[in-house]
């Protein structure tokens, strides 16, 4: 069983790079929301993010715990909780976009009809 638990852990050198990484992110992030470059709803996905990284960095055997629930290799846990993470970002990038194109078209046919209210406008009075 302790062969096990050996086979799941990180490098001290990778657990204090993730560790490290996490919390410059995690400051980064807080310094982007502070001068107003990142709105906060954005800023929870990064925080998450950090934190998880945090987590790992702080409390590898986690990732072994899982790996040895599921029966599968550390890297194919890391692989799949990577390929989760990078889905969840574009399907909110997906839902961010799509609702930035309805209001985008919303708004051009709005400047549209109030184009065409201008004209008429200064057709009326050109003819007065």
Do not use: C
Not at 69 to 74: C, E, T, W
Not at 85 to 99: H, M, N, T
Request: a neutral charge.
């Amino acid at each position: 069983m302790m062969e096990e638990i050996h086979q799941f852990a990180l490098q001290p050198s990778h657990r204090l790079a993730i560790t490290i990484l996490s919390v410059v992110l995690f400051a980064l992030v807080l310094e982007l929301v502070r001068r107003d470059f990142l709105k906060e709803r954005y800023a929870l996905l990064w925080l998450a993010t950090s934190a998880i990284g945090l987590v790992i960095g702080i409390l590898p055997g986690l990732i072994g715990q899982f790996a040895r629930i599921f029966h599968f290799q550390m890297i194919t846990i890391l692989f799949v909780i990577s390929f989760l993470y990078i889905l969840g970002i574009v399907l909110g990038f997906s839902i961010i976009i799509s609702r930035l194109t309805e209001r985008n078209r919303r708004l051009a046919q709005e400047v549209a009809l109030l184009g065409n209210r201008l004209e008429r406008l200064e057709e009326s009075h050109g003819d007065a």
